[in-house]
């Protein structure tokens, strides 16, 4: 299976300053990649009528590193983010060639 795309995302994340890890779900939670064009209803990517297939791979490209499982993406930080402000992540999600 070979990677055909990839779409870059970029996440801001507000820490408690004690976590160092940061789970979502991208077909569940309100973290999901949303996309709507002028007239249409905002919907989730990998959700509904699956227009999009699920990534099968991330990469961050921030200091944060990131695993997917599923749709299940897990930050790792090696020192907490801040509660004071929020912390940006830059991700590409991987998706394979059909």
């Known amino acids: 299976m070979a990677i055909q795309g990839a779409v ?11 976590s160092t890890s940061f789970v979502f779900d991208l077909s569940k939670d309100v973290y999901s990649i949303l996309v709507a064009q002028s ?16 990534p099968v791979g991330i990469q961050s490209l921030s200091s944060a590193s990131a695993a997917l499982e599923g749709t299940v993406v897990t930050l790792t930080f ?13 991700l590409r999600l991987l998706f394979a060639s059909e």
């Open 78 to 90: 090696s020192t907490p983010p801040p509660a004071s402000s929020p912390t940006s992540v830059n």
């Open 8 to 18: 870059s995302v970029l996440l801001n994340v507000l820490g408690d300053g004690t």
């Open 39 to 54: 007239g249409e209803t905002v919907q989730n990517w990998f959700t509904g009528d699956r227009k999009f297939p699920a």
